[in-house]
């Protein structure tokens, strides 16, 4: 099956500094999608990509779908400590048809000091 | 507009026992997916279902697991026999339609076998 891996593992930053954190395939995806996960709730959706080499900003994140639609990569700019917890990438496997499973990746761990 | 809902939030059993969670998709969602995610790793897929029909079980473990989507009422995600292996957060996503894959959380049932 379709694996991620996501990097890096964990980030421990200062209040205001810019954020980068990416995911690459084994194999191509057709949906790009990053989540945040608080500790004790659910993923909540922040990005969705759809297009190879889309560029899709939200407020203070920006996302990318990569042109070989193997990789994407996400931004937090000027980080607060509200950004604090995991950041996850998925992505839906072209094979699968719409509207089924998600891959996920490991997560990164987002640590913002004051 | 509520969002995903589920329930129980928290389920202690013994081994041995029965487990059912409860999904409620968002209005208007027909799509339902369950994934499990264990401690400090990403969510890995179950289930995916449409009201009354089971499109892909592909992550679902062969024994002890099944899900539904019935005409009325909630997703049940129904674990028989519990073993300390089930342990984990149980999250239920929900989308819209085929088109696109943006799937909604809920805020997961986190499951403690004993």
């Known amino acids: 099956g379709q694996q991620l891996n996501q990097s890096p593992q964990s980030m421990f930053i200062q209040e205001g500094e810019d954020v980068s954190m990416n995911c690459t395939s084994s194999s191509i995806f057709n949906t790009w999608l990053w989540y945040k996960q608080d500790p004790g709730e659910g993923p909540v959706l922040l990005i969705a990509?759809?297009?190879?080499?889309e560029l899709t900003s939200n407020g203070r994140l920006t996302a990318q779908f990569g042109i070989t639609r193997k990789d994407s990569f996400l931004n937090i700019s000027a980080s607060i400590p509200s950004d604090v917890g995991i950041y996850f990438c998925a992505g839906q496997d072209p094979q699968e048809t719409s509207g089924s499973r998600l891959t996920f990746g490991e997560g990164t761990q987002l640590t913002v000091n004051p | 507009n509520a969002g995903v809902m589920q329930n129980p939030r928290h389920l202690v059993r013994r081994r041995g026992q029965e487990a059912r969670l409860r999904c409620s998709p968002m209005k208007g969602h027909s799509h339902v997916y369950w994934y499990r995610q264990l401690p400090e790793e990403g969510l890995k897929f179950m289930v995916y279902?449409?009201?009354?029909?089971?499109?892909?079980e592909s992550g679902m473990p062969k024994e002890r697991f099944s899900a539904e989507f019935p005409k009325e009422g909630p997703s049940i995600l129904r674990i028989q026999q519990v073993v300390r292996g089930d342990s984990a957060a149980y999250f239920c996503a929900s989308s819209p339609q085929m088109t696109y894959n943006e799937q909604f959380f809920g805020p997961g049932t986190r499951l403690t076998v004993l």
């Open positions: 279902l449409q009201k009354e029909n089971i499109i892909d």
């Open positions: 990509l759809y297009k190879a080499g």
